[in-house]
Structure formats: structure tokens, C-alpha cells
């Protein structure tokens, strides 16, 4: 990745109104120097859709109330059909790590438990942002 600065989508499925630990992590990215779109809340094609348009180079979703493996089906796809092959997702929050391996396979490039600090998630961005095909 070149010295631009990364730009992330946080996200959050509709009817999942959790906010303190998306905010959390909305702030510890955006201290460690990433731009951060909030997106609230929203469906898979609204998520994909706002990724677009604000051209991020990573889509990450907080998830609280279930509904990840959803999510993920539907996602992966709609950015896929709006070219954005190159885009890093992670997900993040109440995910049981018995999923973490299919959402793996369905393009999630990453799941990350609650609880961890910050820089964990935002060193794995700078790490992998610019490497990562959801081809």
C-alpha cells in the first residue's frame, strides 16, 4: 500500500444498535492515523454501496446481536459486484470462533473478538490492506 492514507467503513447490520465498541474502535483507527467513514447502521447492499461510493480500502463490521454468517453471504457478493475485488473486510465483536472459519471462507479476511486493544485490528490493517482479493 502506498503512504495514502487507509480509509475504513465501519458498519453495523440494521437492527444491531450496539455502538460502544464500534465507537471504541472507531476512535483507536482513527488515532492510529486511518480515515473513518461511520456508517451506522444498514443491509448488506447498503453497506457495499456506501463502500463504493466512499472508495475505502476496507470494509469492517461490528456485529453484537448474531447474524455474521448473513451478513457475510450477502456482502462479500454485492462488493464483488461493484468491482471492489481489493477491498479488505473484517468483522469484529460478539462472533463465536466456531465461525470464524466459514466466514474465512466466505471472504472475510478476518474476525477479531471482542475486548482486544485497537492497535491489534489496526496493525493487521496496515499489514494486509492492499494484499487482500476477495476474488
Known sequence: MSQERIKVLLAKKKIDVHGRGSKLIARELRDAGMEVVYFRFGVAEEIAEAALQE????????????????????LVPALKARGMTDVLVIMGGIIPEVDFEPLRELGVHRCFPPGLPGGVVADYIRENVGTASLA
Request: glycine fraction near 4%.
Open 55 to 74: 472508495d475505502v480500502d476496507v470494509v469492517a463490521v461490528s456485529i453484537m446481536t448474531s447474524g455474521q454468517m448473513q451478513v457475510a453471504r450477502e
